[in-house]
């Protein structure tokens, strides 16, 4: 088996750009994520990263600091976690959330329950749960304003649904 090696005649393409310019693209996507590089870290143990957690947010941090290069691997999935984002984003509008007495919004959607609890400070917690089995994947940390919350819940919301796949195939 012979490898090509893949070419693009696009100058506007990933493959033309300097160690520099895939930072600047790098650090944009990463603050298109709106995640922390600690939250970031520990999706991509959810998702299977083997690493240490210290180690992992480590080269996010070096990376995005231009201290080393983006390893091609990590703008790949960057580049699907944005992408996978931007399709639960348009998903939004098709929730129907209901707020509870106790303040709490809840939706069920995509086969998850959905709540989303009021903290202090205009900070909100999500919590989700597969209804078919009961299983609640982890959300992460809390979100500012209820917006928020929303679209984050709808991002986690398509992690644990890879996570409920897994679980019911027996592969975690």
């Not at 600047?24 to 939250?39: A, G, Q």
């Not at 990590?74 to 707020?99: D, H």
């Not at 509870?100 to 959905?114: D, L, R």
């Amino acid at each position: 088996m012979t490898y090509e090696p893949i070419e693009s005649n696009d100058d506007d393409s990933l493959f033309s750009l300097t160690s520099e310019e895939r930072t600047e693209h790098f650090k944009k996507l990463l603050e298109e994520l709106d995640e922390k590089p600690t939250e970031l870290a520990s999706r991509l143990i959810r998702l299977g990263d083997y690493r240490n957690a210290a180690a992992i947010m480590r080269g996010i941090q070096r990376m995005a600091a231009g201290d080393t290069k983006v390893s091609g691997e990590m703008l790949v999935i960057v580049r699907m976690l944005v992408n996978q984002q931007r399709l639960q984003y348009s998903k939004l509008s098709q929730v129907e959330w209901a707020q509870q007495a106790n303040g709490a919004w809840v939706a069920k959607f995509e086969g998850f329950k959905i709540t989303l609890h009021p903290q202090t400070k205009d900070r909100w917690s999500i919590y989700l749960r597969v209804i078919e089995t009961d299983y609640s994947p982890a959300c992460g940390s809390w979100q500012v304003g209820l917006e928020a919350a929303k679209r984050k819940a709808l991002v986690r919301l398509a992690d644990g649904q890879m996570e409920a796949a897994d679980l019911a195939a027996g592969r975690l």
